[in-house]
Each structure stands twice: as C-alpha cells, then as structure tokens.
C-alpha cells in the first residue's frame, strides 16, 4: 500500500516567515537606535545635576558626575550607528572630549601629574541604570513585529 502526502502553501508560508524576518530586523535596528537613544538621554541627565563656573572648585562628590562648567563633555556624546554586525545591529555612544575618560576612571592630570582627579563615573551608571528601559524596549519593537 502506497501514503501520498501533499502539502499546499509551502511558498506562502516561506514568504511569510521572510516577511517576519525583514521586520524583526527592522525592528531590531530600531531599537537599538532608540536604547542608545535612551542612554542618551540618561547621561544628559547625568551631567546636568552639577554645575559651576569656571576656576572654581567643583561642586561634584567624588563618586558622582562631574559637575558642569560648559556642557562640552555632555555635548560630546556622539552616537554612531546602528550599523548591521552580521548578526544584529551595533550602536556605539561615547564622549570624544578629550577628558572624558579621566572624569569617568580618575587619575592624575596636570603638569607633571601633580593633580588628582577622583573618579566620577557618569556614563557606566548610566549604562547600568537604563538596562531594563533597554531591554523594555527590545522586547516592545519585537512584540510590534510579530503579526
């Protein structure tokens, strides 16, 4: 005794599972556009709660931000991207003022290194701070994919 099986919409549902996967890309670059974005934002934020003028001493704790004199650090957050990995998307954001980096680590500064800068993490607390919003908005850009 011979089976026959037939199976119809084989390219319909080929088609449909391409059509879900150009939109879960689509969905994917969105989202990182937008999580870096919301780290953004964050940082901004960050580096806003402190201020004072120029040659006077900062009001910024050690273990806080730095406090701001004229926004350049904030204003040097430059995102690039998303761009597509291969497997995803990548997004970068970081601060190109040249002393970025010792306002976040600390270190020595100053002719000679004679001046200590404690550290004044701003962008890894911002990071850690906006996971879940990050993550939140991954799985709604995905969830608006889905048919």
Same mark, same amino acid.
């Given at each position: 005794?011979?089976?026959?099986?037939?199976?119809?919409?084989?390219?319909?549902?080929?088609?449909?599972?391409?059509? !879900?996967? #150009? =939109?879960? #890309?689509?969905? @994917?670059?969105?989202?990182?556009?937008?999580?870096?974005?919301?780290? *953004?934002?964050g940082a901004f934020s =960050? !580096?806003?709660? %402190? %201020?004072?003028?120029?040659?006077?001493? @900062?009001?910024?704790?050690?273990?806080?931000?730095?406090?701001?004199?004229?926004?350049? !650090?904030?204003?040097?957050?430059?995102?690039?991207?998303?761009?597509?990995?291969? @497997?995803? &998307?990548?997004? #970068?954001?970081?601060?190109?003022?040249? &002393?970025?980096?010792? *306002?976040?680590?600390?270190? #020595?500064?100053? =002719?000679?290194?004679?001046? @200590?800068?404690?550290?004044?993490? %701003? !962008? $890894?607390?911002?990071?850690?701070?906006?996971?879940?919003?990050?993550?939140? *908005? %991954?799985?709604? $850009?995905?969830? =608006?994919?889905?048919?």
């Amino acid at each position: 005794m011979d089976v026959g099986i037939s199976v119809d919409g084989v390219e319909e549902w080929a088609a449909a599972v391409d059509a !879900l996967g #150009q =939109r879960m #890309q689509s969905a @994917t670059r969105a989202a990182t556009r937008d999580a870096m974005k919301i780290v *953004q934002r964050g940082a901004f934020s =960050r !580096l806003s709660r %402190y %201020y004072h003028p120029p040659g006077t001493p @900062t009001p910024a704790p050690p273990g806080g931000p730095p406090a701001r004199i004229n926004g350049h !650090l904030r204003g040097s957050l430059s995102p690039t991207g998303p761009r597509p990995t291969g @497997t995803g &998307y990548t997004g #970068q954001l970081g601060p190109t003022a040249v &002393y970025s980096r010792i *306002q976040e680590l600390g270190g #020595q500064a100053g =002719r000679n290194h004679s001046v @200590t800068i404690p550290p004044r993490p %701003y !962008l $890894a607390p911002t990071v850690r701070d906006a996971r879940d919003a990050i993550r939140r *908005q %991954y799985v709604a $850009a995905w969830a =608006r994919a889905m048919p």
